[in-house]
C-alpha cells in the first residue's frame, strides 16, 4: 500500500482494540484491480492493490474485528477506525469546537473573482467578471479586520478568487495591516492561498513569503495533455509545463509549500494517478514541500 506522509498516528493501546471500515472512506476503481483509497476526515489518500481491496472487503463484509499489525497502515490512513468509535459525533464535535472558540478567527478573502484561466467546470463560467478591490474596499476589509481581531488569540486568513494573484495588490495591503496588528496585540498569525499557480514566479513568491503565505494550494488535474484541456488560460493555451516549473522554482528555494489538489473524475482518473509519477520524477515530494490530495466529489455523484 502506497502512504502519504502526514497521516496521524494510532494510539499507543491499539493492539487491544476491534476495528471497523471508516464511513469517511471513498474508494475509487483503477485499472489493474487497484483501487484509489481517499478519507475525507483524515484527507488521507493511497492505491490499494487487489491484496489490500480484499482485507478492505472482508472487514465491511465482517463489521468489526480484533485489530493485527496487517492494519497498521490503514488505520495510521484513517481508513479503519476503532469500533467503538462514534465517526459522527466526532465530527460534529470537532465542527462545533472550532465553530464556537472565541479565541480563534478564520477568515477567507477573495480580492478579485477576475481569472486568467477557462477551465470548464469552474463554478464562475468563462465570462468572469474583471472588477478588483478598489481603494475603499481595502479600507473597509482592513477595518474589518482589525476590528474582529480585537482579543483574538490566533488568526487564519485564505485568500481565494477568482484567481487571487490577479489582484496581488490587495492581498499585499491587507496581510501588512492584519500582521501588524496580530504582531503588535500578541496574535498567533498564519496565511494560506488557493491558487492556480500560473502567476506564483519567484518574485511573486518571496512576497508571499513577506505576507506570511506559508502554503499555496494548486490544481493540477493529470498528465499535461489531460491537464491542458481542463485548466489551460482563457486564450486555449496550455498551462501545465509553466504551474510545474513554478513549484519547482519556488519549493527549490523553500519559500512556500505546496499542496496539489487533483479533480478526479471518470474521464481522467489513470492519468490524475500518472501525475504522482510525474512529480516524482521532477523530484517533487513531501521532502521539499509538496503533498497531493485528490478531489472525487464528481466521482462520487456519479457512483451514487
Given at each position: 500500500?502506497?502512504?502519504?506522509?502526514?497521516?496521524f498516528r494510532t494510539s499507543t493501546d491499539q493492539e487491544a482494540m476491534n476495528i471497523k471500515a471508516s464511513r469517511y472512506t471513498i474508494l475509487v476503481p483503477l485499472k489493474g484491480e487497484r483501487h484509489l483509497a481517499y478519507n475525507t476526515v483524515s484527507q488521507s489518500f493511497s492505491v490499494w492493490d487487489a491484496q489490500d481491496f480484499a482485507l478492505w472487503n472482508d472487514l465491511e463484509t465482517t463489521g468489526s474485528i480484533p485489530f493485527s499489525a496487517i492494519w497498521r497502515g490503514f488505520v495510521q490512513g484513517g481508513y479503519v477506525v476503532n469500533a467503538a468509535a462514534e465517526e459522527i459525533d466526532t465530527v460534529r464535535d470537532n465542527y462545533n469546537r472550532a465553530r464556537h472558540n472565541d479565541g480563534h478567527m478564520m477568515m477567507t478573502i477573495a480580492p478579485t473573482l477576475s481569472c486568467n484561466f477557462g477551465c470548464h467546470y469552474c463554478f464562475q463560467g468563462v465570462d468572469k467578471p474583471l472588477t478588483r478591490m478598489t481603494p475603499k474596499v481595502r479600507e473597509a476589509t482592513k477595518a474589518y479586520l482589525l476590528r474582529e481581531l480585537e482579543g483574538r488569540k490566533s488568526f487564519h486568513l485564505t485568500w481565494y478568487g477568482g484567481e487571487p494573484l490577479m489582484d496581488m495588490d490587495s492581498i499585499w495591503e491587507v496581510s501588512a495591516a492584519a500582521i501588524e496588528y496580530c504582531d503588535t496585540h500578541g496574535i498567533k498569525y498564519s496565511s494560506m492561498m488557493?491558487?492556480?499557480?500560473?502567476?506564483?514566479?519567484?518574485?511573486?513568491?518571496?512576497?508571499?513569503?513577506?505576507?506570511?503565505?506559508?502554503?499555496?494550494?494548486?490544481?493540477?488535474?493529470?498528465?499535461?495533455?489531460?491537464?491542458?484541456?481542463?485548466?489551460?488560460?482563457?486564450?486555449?493555451?496550455?498551462?501545465?509545463?509553466?504551474?510545474?516549473?513554478?513549484?519547482?522554482?519556488?519549493?527549490?528555494?523553500?519559500?512556500?509549500?505546496?499542496?496539489?489538489?487533483?479533480?478526479?473524475?471518470?474521464?481522467?482518473?489513470?492519468?490524475?494517478?500518472?501525475l504522482l509519477q510525474i512529480?516524482?520524477?521532477?523530484?517533487?515530494?513531501?521532502?521539499?514541500?509538496?503533498?497531493?490530495?485528490f478531489d472525487t466529489k464528481s466521482i462520487c455523484r456519479d457512483m451514487f
Open positions: 500500500m502506497s502512504m502519504p506522509d502526514g497521516s488557493i491558487s492556480n499557480g500560473y502567476k506564483m514566479t519567484v518574485p511573486v513568491a518571496e512576497k508571499l513569503k513577506a505576507a506570511r503565505v506559508a502554503k499555496v494550494q494548486i490544481t493540477i488535474d493529470g498528465d499535461e495533455a489531460t491537464h491542458d484541456s481542463r485548466r489551460h488560460l482563457t486564450s486555449g493555451r496550455g498551462t501545465f509545463q509553466k504551474i510545474i516549473d513554478n513549484i519547482k522554482a519556488v519549493t527549490e528555494r523553500k519559500l512556500l509549500k505546496v499542496s496539489v489538489r487533483v479533480n478526479i473524475d471518470g474521464q481522467n482518473e489513470a492519468e490524475a494517478v500518472a512529480l516524482q520524477e521532477a523530484g517533487l515530494g513531501v521532502k521539499n514541500g509538496v503533498t497531493v490530495y
